[in-house]
T-cell receptor, first 114, second 115 residues
């Protein structure tokens, strides 16, 4: 089982729709979780952290389910500008290698259609 | 602040040639990373550095070397380029190693093609 798995999509949704992505992780001792956004041919950028209690930032809501080992991202009222690839990122337990390691999922592609 | 910059933006090499990719950050970050991103593979860590003068291997270090002689610069070298090293290379930096210091700042990437 891969450490971090995402549905690659693409998810094609109309403007104004609500869309949700899930990401599963294999290491139950994983420490921290994030969603990054990557636009076509651009670098990844942090979208939001994922806290145990869940967190919301405007139209975006992130949830963590430790029991089932997945995180989710919900986007409400989708905009054309939300079209991008969304990367799930997990920090694995410290391995003594000098730095926490971020493990990236392969990403879920979202296309918001007019 | 320029953030994280990468040089060059694009490069085409022939098999066996060597080159160095430069990453520079002006945020005084301790930690710096080199990733490669291939279609269907996601981002994979090549090497990283936890401070000036230190380097460590990541997930896919073979065929690459790195150096961090100055805190602000992290160099990635390809000694003898192979077609399998055709990829987009991203550099990233991070202020510290706290679990809460989560933000990695990425450079714009270098698109490398090895023929």
């Amino acid at each position: 089982r891969k450490e971090v798995e995402q549905d690659p999509g693409p998810f094609n949704v109309p403007e104004g729709a609500t869309v949700a992505f899930n990401c599963t992780y294999s290491n139950s001792a994983s420490q921290s979780f994030f969603w990054y956004r990557q636009d076509c041919r651009k670098e990844p950028k942090l979208l939001m952290s994922v806290y145990s209690s869940g967190n919301e930032d405007g139209r975006f809501t992130a949830q963590l389910n430790r029991a089932s080992q997945y995180i989710s991202l919900l986007i409400r009222d989708s905009k054309l500008s939300d079209s991008a690839t969304y990367l799930c990122v997990v920090i694995l337990p410290y391995s003594g290698a000098g730095s926490y390691q971020l493990t990236f999922g392969k990403g879920t592609k979202l296309s918001v259609i007019p | 602040n320029a953030g994280v910059t990468q040089t060059p933006k694009f490069r085409v090499l022939k098999t066996g040639q060597s080159m160095t990719l430069l990453c520079a950050q002006d945020m005084n970050h301790e930690y710096m990373y080199w990733y490669r991103q291939d279609p269907g593979m996601g981002l994979r860590l090549i090497h990283y550095s936890v401070g000036e003068g230190t380097t460590a291997k990541g997930e896919v270090p073979d065929g690459y070397n790195v150096s961090r002689l100055k805190k602000q610069n992290f160099l990635l070298g390809l000694e003898s380029a192979a077609p399998s090293q055709t990829s987009v290379y991203f550099c990233a930096s991070r202020p510290g190693d706290s679990l809460n210091t989560d933000t990695q700042y990425f450079g714009p990437g270098t698109r490398l093609t090895v023929l």
